[in-house]
Antibody, heavy 122, light 112 residues
Framework: QVHLVESGGGVVQPGRSLRLSCATSGFTFNNFGMHWVRQVPGKGPEWLAVIWYNGRNQQYADSVASRFTISRDNSKNTLYLEMASLRAEDTAVYFC???????????????WGQGTLVTVSS | DVVLTQSPLSLPVTLGQPASISCRSSQNLVYSDGNTYLNWFQQRPGQSPRRLIYKVSDRDSGVPDRFSGSGSGTYFTLRISRVEAEDVGIYYCMQGTHWPLTFGGGTKVEIK
């Protein structure tokens, strides 16, 4: 059974950094591309970033491209999102999402984690 | 960016009656491999989204057969043949053909 468990969320001041993790189990992690998606409570989801199975290709939404970095450690079956220069508008629930394929030329989400809440506030 | 426009925003339905949600794309969603990467997700209150339908009309394992997807190009539909109480939630379409990936604004299904 596929499990994706995000952690690392919390309250952070504007301008500070935070790293989210997504621990995975129940599947062969290095065979799948992975995404980060966020959702402001009461709003629709927003895709943020994707990383291919081997970590060699990443792509970002314009809204976070210069501030967020997606990475993965296949030896630990874990996905990361490094977030810098955080702003109030980054407040949201952050989800890691598995793609159905290793190389994500076109995206096909399948499994979502339960999410971790990030609140950017002074 | 591809804009996905869902309608209606809110859908009150009587138990046992059908429901239909539309998703219109600002661009054609057929990818160069011939597939159309249009998914439908259900988000129940307090839960993360769950995929119901992928590539327009393929139903995920464990999804009741009362859910079906159809469409092509720029116009897509999710149908629920007979709404049950557990179907309450917000439904989102999402396209995976063009970058950045985008979601529709959501349709809230509730019981009358």
């Amino acid at each position: 059974q596929v499990h994706l468990v995000e952690s690392g969320g919390g309250v952070v001041q504007p301008g500070r950094s935070l790293r989210l993790s997504c621990a995975t189990s129940g599947f062969t992690f290095n065979n799948f591309g992975m995404h980060w998606v966020r959702q402001v409570p009461g709003k629709g989801p927003e895709w943020l970033a994707v990383i291919w199975y081997n970590g060699r290709n990443q792509q970002y939404a314009d809204s976070v491209a210069s501030r967020f970095t997606i990475s993965r450690d296949n030896s630990k079956n874990t996905l990361y999102l490094e977030m810098a220069s955080l702003r109030a508008e980054d407040t949201a629930v952050y989800f890691c999402v598995r793609d159905a394929r290793p190389e994500v030329y076109a995206a096909n989400f399948d499994y979502w984690g339960q999410g971790t809440l990030v609140t950017v506030s002074s | 960016d591809v804009v996905l426009t869902q309608s209606p925003l809110s859908l009150p339905v009587t138990l046992g009656q059908p429901a239909s949600i539309s998703c219109r794309s600002s661009q054609n969603l057929v990818y160069s491999d011939g597939n159309t990467y249009l998914n439908w997700f259900q988000q129940r209150p307090g839960q993360s989204p769950r995929r119901l339908i992928y590539k327009v009309s393929d139903r995920d394992s464990g999804v009741p057969d009362r859910f079906s997807g159809s469409g092509s190009g720029t116009y897509f539909t999710l149908r629920i043949s007979r709404v049950e109480a557990e179907d309450v939630g917000i439904y989102y379409c999402m396209q995976g053909t063009h970058w950045p990936l985008t979601f529709g604004g959501g349709t809230k299904v509730e019981i009358k």
